[in-house]
């Protein structure tokens, strides 16, 4: 079997939540299906460390897709020239993305619809490309999946898709993210945060993260705090506005905000269990891999209330009202003053974790996979 695959976003030191879902992903499908041809579809010179096997094939088409109008012409010329050429049995799209200038069976990965509901916190033109092609895309693929019960649901009912064709697939967890003692966890806290714990945010910093509201909880919260913990923000500045900046400059205790911008792999998993917790308040997520990443790292987790994030914690998180500040503040009290109830969120996110895999996840697009191959 010829399986094509849009790759565009395996990018070295920059993979975010799709980005990781697309590696972690087709590392395992391409070792665990060698007998079956893989063609890795670039918009740049890829790097080996993404070329996971043999039976992988990179195939570099232009332009680089970083734009609407460089989407456009990214997937409908660049990508149906390669598809034409290797003539696939399937092609297959992790950040759900398709070409509807090709008639090969396609399977799109759609995370979630946030531009839908949230367009103001997508740029115009971008809004605009997400809401005028990502129906279409929809519409042609041959299956969708998607990562959690909560998005397929979204899907359906925005798109008017038959059930059936959805699949929930999940995200994972590197399962290599474990806890520290508390003497290792004391020598990451001297690395990052001066020797203070410290709750920590994963994510990119986009309004949809809700950064600003937990920057407001985490300033109210220091009123009350007599342990010098800090806020540890790990994530890469996206439309930031200045709005925003001038907030962070008029918080009383800004100096123990510390903002480390984006972390490598292996520091994450030194950062991660030497958290007091994750703190994850995002407004609408489709997953949320920060979320099980601090269950592997045994670290109790508060998040939101809304969207995919009770399906992912199930009963190993603390929740709260994303538009509440007292909501957020309290749960940041509740986690620093009670260290029976945060022992508790951790035993249960143990348990928790288990759900959730990227051989899980594998698996499960591999069967999507199968499924449309099989229709055709």
Do not use: C
Request: glycine share 4%; proline share 5%.
């Amino acid at each position: 079997m010829k399986i094509a695959v849009n790759t565009r976003l395996l990018l070295p030191n920059k993979l975010d939540g799709i980005g990781w879902f697309t590696f972690e992903t087709l590392k395992r499908i391409t070792t665990n299906y060698p007998e079956h041809q893989f063609f890795f579809i670039f918009d740049r010179k890829p790097s080996q460390e993404f070329i996971f096997n043999s039976n992988v094939t990179p195939i570099i088409t232009h332009p680089q897709s970083r734009h609407p109008v460089l989407w456009y012409l990214f997937f409908e010329w660049g990508v149906p020239m390669v598809l034409n050429k290797i003539k696939p049995d399937i092609f297959l799209s992790p950040d759900g993305w398709l070409s509807l200038n090709t008639s090969v069976a396609s399977l799109p990965v759609i995370h979630d619809l946030s531009f839908v509901h949230f367009p103001k916190f997508v740029p115009w033109s971008i809004g605009k490309y997400y809401n005028y092609y990502f129906p279409k895309f929809a519409e042609k693929a041959s299956r969708i999946a998607t990562v959690s019960k909560h998005s397929k649901q979204d899907i359906i009912n925005q798109y008017n898709i038959n059930s059936d064709k959805v699949d929930v697939v999940y995200n994972g967890a590197n399962e290599s993210y474990l806890p520290l003692n508390t003497s290792d966890q004391n020598i990451i806290r001297n690395k990052y945060t001066n020797g203070n714990k410290f709750f920590l945010f994963i994510g990119t910093i986009h309004p949809r993260k809700n950064l600003v509201n937990l920057m407001l909880a985490f300033d109210k919260f220091k009123n009350s705090d007599n342990q010098n913990i800090k806020l540890l923000i790990i994530g890469a500045k996206k439309w930031v506005s200045k709005k925003d900046e001038q907030l962070l400059h008029n918080l009383k205790y800004k100096n123990d905000i510390i903002f480390f911008g984006r972390a490598s792999e292996s520091e994450l998993k030194e950062i991660i269990p030497s958290a007091l917790a994750l703190t994850y308040p995002s407004i609408f997520e489709g997953f949320g891999i920060p979320i099980i990443e601090a269950f592997y790292s045994g670290v109790p987790v508060i998040t939101a209330d809304n969207s995919s994030m009770p399906e992912v914690g199930g009963n190993a998180a603390i929740y709260v009202n994303a538009e509440s500040i007292d909501s957020i503040t309290n749960a940041l009290l509740k986690i620093s003053k009670d260290a029976d109830f945060a022992k508790s969120l951790i035993e249960k996110g143990h348990i928790q974790k288990l759900n959730f895999s990227w051989e899980k996840t594998a698996n499960n697009l591999w069967n999507s996979i199968i499924k449309v191959v099989d229709d055709k």
